[in-house]
């Protein structure tokens, strides 16, 4: 197949291509590769000058992979990628962004990703049975489909606090660092955030900083990071056996390349063999801590209360002074806000130089110029570190906000719920694919992996769709509404959506409260192999406008 006959530049601004891929991340590199191989012409844009997504973006200090360890966080469909060399089980941030590097090197993706280009509008033609985007450079392109590798979280969630615009010093969001050294020495730094991004950057600032002041409003469970060098043997063993490994994979409900274990109440065992389970994982570290937990530990309240037990012994006795150590304490079902894991991370407040205030008895009333002031007094500081997190899973698409068909905006169809199906799709916006969008297993699943999968199903569809001289394709809103009501039943089903978390969107203000996530884990790719038998669940308009002369 090639292009659809247009011209691919009409007056010098409007471009023409069958798919346009808007974001050049993990998925979006993934995209424009296999999508491209199929024949197809692909145009990605992406804001950031270079490759990478939230690789490019998160360059805070202590930024590494805290999901399934190297070498399983990278990309599957080429077995040459596994001779990457991996220095450490959980790779820094520059060591992803390395590897991304040279698998955009090997594929030359960038030869069709347009940089420092950010899509503005994202418009349905009905008529046309196409896509046109309006980009920040001046440039429109149109294509037969969408696919929007926006994701899951790259939109920065800026708190909205009184005098934050006064503050004179350097203030930077974790999920945009700077590309240039970001020195806290002799500086007096406040982080507010402790999720994820902070509790890695605040024992790493604390080492240079003169003094830092942690704003913490929720106290956060965090599980050691284990990080450890991979030994040359462990590679040669991923390099030799990676097909299998790649099918474990697909056979572990997240996505990693561990054998299924056998469910395991923690109420099956005694209070003594519980503690003694724990305490190995703890030692040992590493996300595999939650892969080998008990199996009702998200689900059961009397389960979930002996993990968090644990997690609060071991708060009490890593950090000296009480009055902290109580502050720290977590109250939420432990692992229903996302899993954390650290490299000394409640040791960094035995720290002369780390201070710990509790927003929800202290909260920030204001900032100066020089200080942030909380009700019971004032904190000087140079330099302010928002670990905020993000508009997560669905922010990125209500930011880019596509109008569908009578133009009806995404926000606008997004007030209630986040109606899709499948996790991919959208009745309305014909021809467009989320990628981690909501209602797919999304951050709960080995996202390289994730993508790569999401994708490959898309291609399937779109060279479906042009075999039988399909113009436009969207799910039907009947389906929508089952597989909404599939994802709320299974997530209803654990303590997940009980606690305010980015999982529920609950992290930014008006946004509906749903758990947009899939937790079904292997369901979901079940479930997308039976929707491909017959594609029923998508109602179909024939190609009135695609001239392809060489379309099927
Ligand atoms: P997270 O996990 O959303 O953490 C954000 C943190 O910032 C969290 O502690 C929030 O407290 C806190 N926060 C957000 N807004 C405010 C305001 N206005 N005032 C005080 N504190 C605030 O984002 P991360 O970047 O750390 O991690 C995101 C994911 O990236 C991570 O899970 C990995 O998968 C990679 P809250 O808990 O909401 O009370």
Redesign the pocket.
């Known amino acids: 197949m090639t292009s659809e006959g247009l011209p691919r530049r009409t007056g010098g601004s409007i471009e023409n291509y069958d798919v346009i891929v808007i974001g050049a991340g993990v998925s979006g590199m993934y995209a424009l590769h296999h999508l491209r191989e199929m024949g197809l012409s692909v145009r990605v844009y992406d804001g950031a000058s270079d490759i990478g997504g939230t690789w490019w973006y998160n360059r805070y200090p202590g930024a590494r992979v805290?999901g399934p360890g190297s070498p399983f966080y990278g990309y599957t469909f080429a077995n040459e990628l596994m001779d990457w060399d991996w220095a450490e089980t959980q790779s820094e941030q520059s060591a992803v962004l390395e590897y991304l590097e040279h698998v955009a090197d090997r594929f030359d993706l960038r030869r069709d990703i347009q940089f420092e280009t950010w899509v503005e509008d994202a418009r349905y033609d009905e008529a046309a049975q196409r896509w046109t985007v309006e980009t920040s450079t001046g440039v429109s392109a149109t294509a037969q489909f969408l696919l929007c590798a926006v994701g899951a979280?790259s939109t920065p969630?800026m708190?909205d606090?009184p005098g934050i615009n006064d503050f004179a010093g350097e203030v930077h969001h974790?999920?945009r660092w700077p590309h240039e050294p970001v020195s806290f020495r002799n500086k007096r730094v406040a982080v507010?955030?402790?999720?994820?991004?902070?509790i890695q950057s605040i024992p790493e600032i604390a080492r240079d900083a003169d003094h830092v002041t942690v704003?913490q409003?929720?106290a956060?469970y965090s599980f050691p990071a284990g990080n450890r060098p991979i030994t040359p043997e462990e590679m040669a063993d991923a390099r030799e056996n990676f097909d299998a490994l790649r099918e474990l994979m697909h056979e572990n409900g997240g996505g990693f390349p561990f054998e299924p274990r056998a469910p395991r109440s923690a109420l099956d065992d005694t209070p003594e063999q519980r503690r003694a389970h724990y305490e190995e994982l703890w030692q040992r570290g590493g996300f595999k801590f939650f892969l080998e937990l008990y199996s009702d530990i998200a689900v059961s309240e009397e389960a979930n209360a002996t993990l968090a037990d644990f997690v609060r012994d071991k708060i009490r006795e890593i950090v000296h002074d009480p009055a902290t150590a109580e502050k720290l304490l977590p109250e939420y079902y432990v692992m229903t806000?996302?899993p954390i894991l650290d490299d000394g991370y409640y040791e960094t407040f035995n720290r002369e130089n780390v201070t710990l205030v509790d927003?929800r008895e202290d909260p920030?009333e204001r900032f100066t110029a020089t200080s942030v002031v909380t009700r019971t007094g004032e904190h000087p500081i140079d330099l302010l570190v928002l670990?905020?997190?993000?508009d997560a899973i669905s922010g990125s698409m209500l930011r880019l906000n596509p109008k569908g068909r009578g133009g009806l905006s995404l926000k606008d169809r997004w007030t209630d719920r986040f109606h899709n199906y499948l996790g991919l799709s959208l009745a309305g916006f014909p021809n467009l694919f989320m990628i981690h969008g909501p209602g797919s297993p999304g951050?709960f699943y080995n996202m390289p992996l994730g993508a790569e999968r999401q994708i490959n199903w898309i291609a399937d569809f779109v060279q479906f769709m042009r075999e039988q001289r399909v113009g436009a394709a969207e799910p039907k809103p009947d389906c929508e509404a089952t597989w909404g009501a599939e994802v709320s039943a299974i997530a209803d089903a654990t303590l997940f959506p009980r606690t305010?978390s980015?999982w529920t969107g609950a992290?930014i203000p008006g946004k509906p409260r749903q758990f947009s996530a899939y937790l079904g884990g292997t369901l979901y790719y079940q479930r997308l192999a039976d929707a491909a038998k017959d594609y029923a669940g998508f109602t179909f308009e024939q190609a009135d406008r695609v001239e392809d002369a060489e379309a099927p």
Do not use: H
């Open positions: 805290d979280l969630n708190p606090i974790t999920g507010i955030g402790t999720g994820s991004s902070g704003l409003r929720t956060q806000k996302r927003l920030i670990a905020t997190g993000f951050v305010d980015w992290n």
